[in-house]
Each structure stands twice: as C-alpha cells, then as structure tokens.
C-alpha cells in the first residue's frame, strides 16, 4: 500500500489546478480571537501545494510550509515563489525540522487526518512559543447543502479506492477534542465554493488520493459517471462545488 506522504505524488498536477483554497474568513477568525497579526510566524504542517500558507502570506506573515512529499513540496515552492517570506522545508508533522519554541500559529489544511496525532501534538508543543495556537481546517464537501456534491460523493463511494475506510472520514470533533485535551477547542464553519467546467470538474475528481488512474478497472465507468453528473447540474457548460470549509482551533 502506498506510504500516506507519497499519495499525492501522481496528483500533484491535478491538486495545483482544482482544489480549493480557503476563505478569507478563517483569517478573520484568528485576527478576532486570537491575535493573528502580521508579525506572528507561521508553520503550515503539510503545506503542500501552498493553499493554506498563501492566506497568511497575503496578510503579511512570515510561513514556514513542511511537507514531506517532494513533488507537493516542489509545487508549493513554485506557486508561492513570489513571497520573499516563505521558507520551505522537507518534515513531517512528527518531525518538522523547526526549531523550539519557534511558532506562533500552527496550521494545518485538510492534512491532519495522514498524522500520528500523539506524535503531533508532541512535536506542535516542542515549536510552539508560550501561548501560540494550533488550527487544523478542512474544506468538507457539502453533501447536505448540494445535490451535485451528493451525487458527487456517490460515485466516489463507488469507485473511490480505499475510501471507505480514509482517515478523512474518521475526523470529528470527539477526535479533535481528544487531541487539544485539556485546552477548550473552539470551532466555526464557513461556505466555500469553486466553479468548474467539465475538464475542471474532472481534474477535481483526478486530485484526490483514491481515485481511479487511467488504465484500473472502472476508470472509464467512473469518468461516464462523472459526466453524467456534470450534465445533471451544470449551467452554462459551468457547475458550482459547494464546500464547508471547518475550523478547529485551540492553544496548544
């Protein structure tokens, strides 16, 4: 079974072009409540191809982004190349590389769940200066809200390897409150959209981590369903994909 750091390595392409990135209001959130400013550092934990670590660039901040697949790592350094503020670095989140008591915020896009949380929280508290704060987010499809994004989440059930049983999944707030334990979380959702024509659409489904490559069993049956679902919804030759977009946040 392929290494949880080395799944993305065949989607990194895909990933760049069509996931999302993240509202504006999780900066907002911190900036209230818990004094984001731009002169506090940064440490996006599985930064990947940048999306998280790009917000808190735009608002000034020194990020350090540690990801430990190169070809993420390398697209991330690409697409954020233009921050002189930026500083890249191969490490995990059990093994950042950063020094102690170094970091403000600690963050964390729609990657904890690939983390051994014991080891984490041990290595957020070894970076983390006294009173620094840990956010993990995640763009959550809504599956509720969206009838596209239900239909969505059908066909990747059906043809999704491995997703059933993805550590996606299994998040919750029982599990997040187990990792911030004693600190109180604090939590806040937010919509979030993207808008997708057919090649876009397909990219979105070609990005994640358990879909079917060109040449398994089933991969054409899932892009005919796929189209199928495009042709269902989309408007103009454009669909709208509806996300959630869920914060968990605490001192750590």
Not at 37 to 50: E, M
Not at 69 to 76: F, I, K, V
Not at 161 to 183: E, G, H, L
Request: proline residues 3%; hydrophobic residues 35%.
């Amino acid at each position: 079974m392929t290494k949880p750091t080395e799944r993305f390595t065949e989607t990194v392409q895909d990933y760049v072009k069509y996931r999302p990135s993240y509202p504006k209001a999780v900066l907002d959130t911190l900036i209230d409540e818990c004094g984001l400013n731009k002169d506090k550092v940064i440490a996006d934990i599985g930064s990947g191809t940048g999306l998280l670590a790009q917000l808190f660039l735009d608002n000034g901040n020194t990020v350090y982004g540690v990801e430990p697949n190169q070809a993420m790592r390398e697209a991330g350094e690409a697409y954020l190349q233009r921050y002189t503020h930026f500083y890249s670095r191969a490490g995990s989140a059990e093994a950042t590389g950063l020094a102690d008591k170094s970091i403000d915020f600690i963050t964390v896009g729609t990657a904890f769940h690939w983390f051994d949380p014991e080891k984490t929280k041990q290595e957020f508290q070894r970076i983390a200066k006294s009173n620094a704060w840990v956010l993990l987010v995640w763009n959550v499809r809504s599956t509720e809200k969206s009838a596209l994004v239900s239909d969505y989440e059908g066909l990747i059930r059906q043809y999704g390897k491995d997703y059933s049983t993805s550590n996606a999944k299994k998040m919750d707030k029982v599990a997040m409150d187990r990792f911030f334990k004693p600190q109180s979380i604090r939590t806040a959702s937010f919509e979030n959209t993207q808008q997708f024509d057919w090649q876009g659409f397909k990219g979105r489904l070609l990005s994640t981590s358990y879909s079917l490559r060109a040449g398994d069993l089933g991969y054409e049956a899932m892009l005919a369903g796929l189209k199928t679902i495009f042709a269902r919804y989309q408007k103009g030759g454009i669909v709208t994909f509806l996300y959630d977009t869920k914060l968990y946040y605490s001192p750590i």
